[in-house]
């Protein structure tokens, strides 16, 4: 397989497969809206027309699941999404995330009272013109008690009870955040930090599986970060293809249950990102690239 075949145009997101999120079909290659915003997730992009083209080429490359939140911009991704996007296609399902603000500052301090859990959904539901939203994850901050999560979790489980919220997921969260979670409400998504060279959450991904949960790994190409190995860059010279290919390929492959968001705010990138959809690694790549999370871990 060369590049340039991986990089084809005509492929689309659902070769990858999808996932079953209650009702929803999600594609297991989606998009990350966040870096749509200007830099660190503040203000209107450099080029709006470009972002609506990003948004609009996602959709046409068949992503059915877009991550954005009502705190990028804050309100710049949802208002570009409603501009892009608007009236919806059936098939697409946005998810957001509520649990943090904005200040002038560019800092994300926590928003976990019930009024300002409340006020968000509102917000995503007003922004992005919706009657209801599809999945909606609350973001914790560091703490990793399982009390933690108890009370602003159950405000968005009534806000689903209400009918304002279909599916409700959890944020940077432990396992025990997830369970205690899971006592107040079916808990559908984890998005956490996890990646080829960050995979502390190898335990959690493996039982989200065995409990049918969704796992949305986010920084997946290493986020502010990028990605840097030798051995991802060899393995992706091999098979012809990118070494941010290699990564997402590797996270496809690591268990059914993982979702994809990459963020890109350039057409090419998205182009590049979705066509990991047709790359299988063979064993003796994954046999590399995992001995290289073993040492990056
Ligand atoms: N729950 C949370 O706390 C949390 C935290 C962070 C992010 N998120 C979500 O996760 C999503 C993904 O995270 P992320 O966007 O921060 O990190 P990421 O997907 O790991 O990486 C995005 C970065 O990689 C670059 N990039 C993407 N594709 C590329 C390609 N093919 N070639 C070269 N560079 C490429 C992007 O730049 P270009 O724009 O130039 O392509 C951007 O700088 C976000 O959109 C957001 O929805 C959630």
């Known amino acids: 397989m060369t590049s340039e075949t991986i990089t084809t145009h005509t492929t689309t997101a659902t070769a990858a497969g999808s996932w079953r ?26 080029d709006r027309y470009q972002a609506v083209a990003v948004l609009r080429a996602a959709v046409q490359a068949g992503v059915t699941h877009i991550d954005t939140s009502d705190y990028y911009g804050p309100h710049v991704v949802n208002d570009l999404i409603r501009e892009a996007l608007h009236p919806y296609p059936e098939n697409l399902h946005i ?28 917000d995503n539901l007003t922004r992005l013109s919706l009657p209801a939203l599809d999945l909606v994850n609350l973001r914790m901050t560091s703490t990793k008690s399982a009390a933690d999560i108890v009370a602003p979790f159950a405000v968005l489980a009534r806000l689903r009870e209400q009918g304002l919220i279909r599916h409700l997921g959890v944020s940077n969260v432990s396992t025990e955040q997830v369970q205690a ?23 959690l991904v493996d039982w989200c599986a065995e409990q049918d949960i969704a796992y949305v790994p986010y920084y997946p190409l290493g986020g502010f970060r990028p990605l840097q190995a030798e051995a991802l860059d060899r393995v992706a010279h091999e098979l012809g293809a990118t070494a941010r290919q290699v990564a997402l390929a590797w996270l496809l492959q690591r268990s059914p249950n993982i979702l994809l968001i990459p963020g890109t705010s350039a057409l090419a ?29």
């Not at 979670?181 to 995979?199: L, T």
């Open 21 to 46: 999120l209650g009702g929803l079909e999600l594609t297991r290659i989606g998009y990350g809206a966040m870096r749509l915003a200007g830099p660190n997730a503040w203000g209107p992009p450099p």
């Open 95 to 122: 998810a957001t995330k509520v649990g943090a603000r904005r200040t002038p500052d560019r800092r994300w301090p926590a928003a976990l009272s019930a009024d300002e859990l409340v006020r968000a959904v509102h």
């Open 181 to 203: 979670a899971q006592g107040i409400a079916p808990v559908s998504a984890v998005q956490n930090h996890y990646n080829i060279a960050s995979r502390r959450g190898d335990a």
């Open 269 to 297: 990138h998205l182009r590049e990102n979705i066509a990991a959809a047709t790359l299988t690694l063979p064993t003796e790549a994954l046999s590399t690239l995992n001995a290289l999370t073993t040492n990056a871990r």
